[in-house]
């Protein structure tokens, strides 16, 4: 049966996502290997029964030539357990601190306290096996497990590494994954999403479509949000954008050093910041307006990354992605489903960003974010993408517009011939871009809500005893606080907890590498930040870090408990 995808899972075939793991394991299974191959045989049987209750993921992707889409081809019949790449794993006889060239051994990560701004430096290779396709037409040819687990067991931790295509799953779709692997791990019950009927479209497409050919919305607020509609982002069917995209991912990666980095923010400190941002917008619109976590979190970085650029002549553009599945009322919808908006109705100066104070800049996205969130946005948004797609009589992706790097340092207010990457209103009104400053352009997804950071092991998989009991109640208990094994002197007492979290990753493999881009992922020991950007753009957002942690986090707890 076929399975049809959309034009917005065409535009990422050739990513691939990875979700990757670290947990401490217990000191008295350190070098044990029966403890070692108990916890590997448990991650593949989870592995397979995922796989085994979710049809889509027996699938492989094919090419609807006519169509111009990619579809899943979901078997008739299960495929056998053996699928190349479904589960992989390796044992790797060192610490897993020399193993990743790493000073030291890594803390676990707490819910009150950040252990280090920045995750420790990885090597992708201990989560996503290199043969593994990152494409969806590599998938085809390869007859690759759409979903691949892979784990690499060191003497004192255990990587794990969770990867599908792009193309197939969003954040939300593969947080659906790692859920359902969460709960085989613990024997639970979960839904796989339902396939569409055999024969039938794809729904999110026909609700596409449908939207397209409703009548435009005359509401005065409706026009003005339809005007900045896809700001920033252009045809790459025109040579001067690609150039101007290809000349300056050159620049930012060997000028500015562009590299990726992973942050973590402990749960204490984010929720310090959020309550004080939302108690600072209730006072100040008298309880006529309210942000989210996500709208404060996304201001915070934004704010921090840029701290010491207040003397440029430049200024943000941001593109940040909403989720299609309410407004289209397609909530079990696995595959990706989002589409970009402007975080402001133009470009943040960044002169002006050290002085707008954190509030505020969170209520600027909190309204272009309501206002994005409408059909009348999201259908001149498609009408826009189809203009710019069907260039020159051809489909064409889309891509974010970059300015010529060279202006950006010196233009001050001329945006001179780097016009394509001023990111700045609806692309229709000249004047406007004229004399806008030159654009910084910022792509920015909130993957909170997702769950690709919720994979957690309980400790019982530890235990080598055939037909071992299991104790629910023990698995839901709270996470060890160390990396200490059951406790006692009970040896066949079944350990109980979860493994301790060391850190989580997440990482885009693309033709083009990721630069000048933002994620956000959480679970219950705080936020995740990860993407790629300037060097010294880093250093900032870890001095924000520190200060965050100092004033909400460890050093407040600290201060509390003296």
């Given at each position: 049966?076929l ?6 899972d065409?535009?990422?075939a ?11 394991l217990p ?7 029966s403890t ?11 592995t397979k ?8 993921l027996?699938?492989?992707?094919v ?10 081809d979901v078997?008739d ?13 390796s044992?790797?006889s060192?610490p ?9 051994p ?7 306290t950040?252990?280090?701004g ?18 969806f037409?590599g ?37 659906w ?5 969460r ?18 479209e794809?729904?999110l ?10 009548a435009e919305?005359t ?26 995209f290809?000349t300056?991912?050159?620049?930012e ?8 980095r992973?942050?973590?923010l402990s749960?204490r400190?984010v929720?310090a910041?959020?309550a004080s ?13 309210w ?16 701290a010491d650029?207040?003397?440029s002549?430049t ?12 407004i ?9 489903a ?16 050290p002085s ?5 800049l969170?209520?600027?996205h909190?309204?272009?974010l ?5 059909r009348d946005?999201?259908?001149a ?7 710019l797609t ?15 790097p060279?202006?950006?340092?010196w233009?001050?207010r ?12 609806s692309?229709?009104d ?7 400053p030159?654009?910084?352009?910022w ?8 769950g690709v ?13 055939p ?11 709270s996470?060890c606080s160390?990396?200490?094994?059951a ?19 997440l ?8 630069h000048q881009a933002?994620?956000?992922?959480v ?21 924000a870090v520190e200060?965050l942690e100092?004033?909400?986090g ?9």
């Open positions: 049966m399975v049809p995808l959309s034009a917005i065409n535009a990422v050739d990513m691939g996502i990875t979700c990757g793991y670290l947990f401490a000191h008295d299974a350190v070098g044990d290997r070692g191959e108990a916890l590997l045989a448990q991650l593949e049987a989870a029964r995922v796989v085994a209750k979710w049809p889509l027996q699938g492989q992707p090419w609807q030539k006519e169509q111009g889409i990619w579809a899943i078997p019949e299960p495929l056998p357990a053996d699928r190349p790449f479904a589960f992989t794993s044992r790797i060192k897993y601190a020399l193993a990743a060239s790493l000073p030291g890594i803390e676990p990560l707490s819910s009150a950040s252990p280090c920045f995750q420790p430096a990885h090597k992708l290779a201990f989560f996503r096996p290199a043969p593994l396709p990152t494409t037409g998938y085809a040819k390869t007859g690759a497990s759409l979903l691949a687990v892979q784990a690499t067991l060191f003497d004192d931790v255990v990587a794990v590494g969770i990867t599908a295509p792009h193309g197939l799953f969003d954040a939300t779709g593969l947080g994954a790692v859920r359902a692997l709960a085989e791990l613990r024997h639970e019950a979960w839904d796989a999403p339902p396939l569409s009927p055999p024969g039938a794809n729904v497409g026909a609700e596409l479509d449908a939207l397209k050919r409703e919305s509401d005065p607020a409706d026009v003005e949000a339809a005007r900045h509609a896809l700001a920033g982002w252009v045809s790459a069917s025109s040579l001067k954008n690609v150039a101007c290809l300056n991912y050159a620049w990666k060997l000028w500015h050093r562009d590299e990726p992973h942050v973590f749960k400190a929720d910041l959020v941002v939302k108690d600072e917008v209730r006072r100040e619109t008298g309880g006529k307006e942000v989210s976590t996500g709208d404060v979190l996304t201001a915070w970085a934004l704010k921090a990354v840029h650029e207040a003397s002549h200024a943000a553009a941001v593109s940040p992605v909403f989720a299609l599945r309410d289209l009322s397609v909530p079990s919808y696995p595959h990706n989002v589409a970009p908006y402007p975080f402001s109705p133009s470009p943040l100066p960044l002169s002006d960003l707008t104070p954190l509030a505020s969170a209520l600027t909190r309204r272009s309501d206002a994005a969130r409408t946005f999201l259908r948004t498609l009408r826009k993408m189809e203009r069907w260039s020159n009589g051809g489909q064409v992706p889309v891509m974010p517009a970059r300015a010529w060279w202006r950006l340092g233009a001050g001329r945006s001179g011939s780097g016009g394509s990457g001023s990111g700045s209103g692309g229709s000249g004047d406007e871009r004229a004399t806008a030159p654009s910084h352009h792509i920015l997804s909130n993957q909170m809500v997702s950071a919720e994979l957690s092991l309980p400790a019982a998989l530890l235990d080598t005893r037909h071992a009991p299991r104790d629910k109640a023990a698995d839901d208990a996470s160390s990396s200490s094994g406790e006692g002197d009970d040896l066949h007492a079944v350990p109980t907890g979860e493994l301790p979290l060391l850190a989580f990753y990482r885009i493999t693309a033709p083009i590498k990721d933002i994620r956000f992922q679970n219950d020991k705080g936020l995740f930040l990860e993407g790629s950007m300037r060097r010294k753009r880093w250093e900032a957002l870890g001095r200060r100092r004033e909400f460890r050093g407040a707890g600290q201060t509390r408990e003296k």
